[in-house]
């Protein structure tokens, strides 16, 4: 059950230090999230990331990893590595989203799992985590446009605007989704919540309110980006860091 991680820090061996629902449990986590990689790049199969992030509104996701593309209007396929980091990026911000609002017991653990500070917003720092992911899933279709030298159309205004966020850092990580790609999208997210979240406030207040939601936002985004990162140094371990691109890709 999701919620065990946050109730139990007997489980299991803890090998993800950044782990945050799943604290005590996280080897299993990791383990499963290995499983499925493995069961799905049988036969060089390509990786791609589930249709959608989870978020505090519609916490289940509405599907896991997949061998084939979607309509999404950015997407791409992930190396099994990557594909690893997001499956753990994808249980942990469920389990999260899927625990707030069960009572205060349980809010106080949750407030405690994601270290925040006595005033920070503890759905904005859950959004901001799964955004993390969803952002990952964006970078790897503007790496697909790399790898196939596509052109953009004229009006395509989104992927090109994604193409100019993320093609730089992509290519300092040698196409790799790694440490420069990340820093990317942290710094996109925490720019579009500055931006934004003065103009739609959602329950914030006063200038404060509005202040201390941006804040939990960014410290989201970056608890985000340590639980992938560790997750993927992890996983390069014994997967490949090189996208499969199989014929019916």
Known sequence: ??????????????????????????????QNAVEEV????????????????PDVRNPIPESSLRTKPSERIMEGALSPAEAVAVKVILDESSAL?????IGWERSA????????????????????ICDFGGYVCIAAGVRELLLADE?????DIIK?????????????DNLTIGENTSDAIVEYLTSYYEEHIPQNSEGAKNEKEIETRIA??????????????????????EFSTSVIKDSNS
């Open 160 to 172: 090109k605007d994604w193409h100019d966020e993320f093609a730089k850092p992509l290519r300092k």
């Open 109 to 128: 653990k949750l407030r405690k799992v994601l270290k925040l500070p006595k005033e920070g917003w503890g759905h904005d720092t859950i959004e901001a």
């Open 97 to 101: 989203a899927q625990s707030l609002g």
């Open 216 to 237: 939990s936002r960014k410290h989201g985004v970056l608890l985000g980006k340590k639980l992938y990162l560790e997750t993927l140094k992890l996983a390069s371990n």
């Open 1 to 30: 059950m999701p919620e065990e991680g946050i109730e139990n820090n007997k489980l299991t061996t803890d090998i993800l230090k950044s782990s945050l629902a799943f604290q005590g449990n996280s080897a299993e986590l990791y």
């Open 151 to 155: 052109k953009f159309k004229e009006g």
């Open 38 to 53: 493995r069961r799905l790049s049988t036969d060089n199969r390509s990786i791609y990331p589930p249709k959608t992030f």
